[in-house]
């Protein structure tokens, strides 16, 4: 995967419930602040703060500075890449498997 | 629900599920069918062999630390005497892989697995689609 982000931290920002809520969240409807997500995930502000700031390392989130404020927009680029991981394996499979029927019933 | 992110296919084959074994667990015959660019790079682990069932394996690109899945291949007996050949493969999240000796030697056993849920390529259509 050409990730910018090591796909690792991507996996692991993604491994998470409530981190694959938040990025829902924030995908869907941001930029969002994580006072705006505390209110409706049922964890603290702290919590949520965490675990933008994995999703951030990932590479899946940004943060702008609003003023006081902290938002938070989505990055699809980490995600394409695990899309684009599953086209891929996909389609060498079909290769690998018709050489595999080829070769069997030689 | 389905809750790993995988990648499965699967073929009929009309030869019996013992033919199919051998292609598949001989290093030399699978190379015959599976090598390619992609695969003719990897480092491959073998984790669990069932002979004319099943055949379970690790592999990654000794470049790539991050890009290693776990590919079961699962031989089924059909009516018809041949042999349906289903695969999955499923990204793991992978420790360092850089292929040191040391590291193949003491490879975990206990992999951190950190699949991907089905949700998240909910996100990602959301996403792409934003």
Redesign the interface.
Known sequence: ?A?AE???AV??A??D?TR?SI??AV??RGPLTATTLAAELPISRQAVAKHLALLREAGLVHADRAGRETRFT?E?EP??D??A??T???Q??????????R???R | MQDDAEVTRSVDVEVGADRVWELLADPELRGAWLDDDDAADRELRIDEARPGESLTWTWWRPDDEAGASQVAVVLTELDSGGTRVAVTERLVAAPRLHASASARVGFPTVWDRRLLGLELLLVAAGVLVA
């Open positions: 995967m990730a090591p796909a690792d996996f692991a993604l491994a419930a694959r990025l829902q995908s869907e989505a699809p995600l394409r695990v899309a991981w599953a891929a394996t996909g060498r499979w079909d290769d690998r498997l018709e050489r595999l029927r070769l069997a019933q």
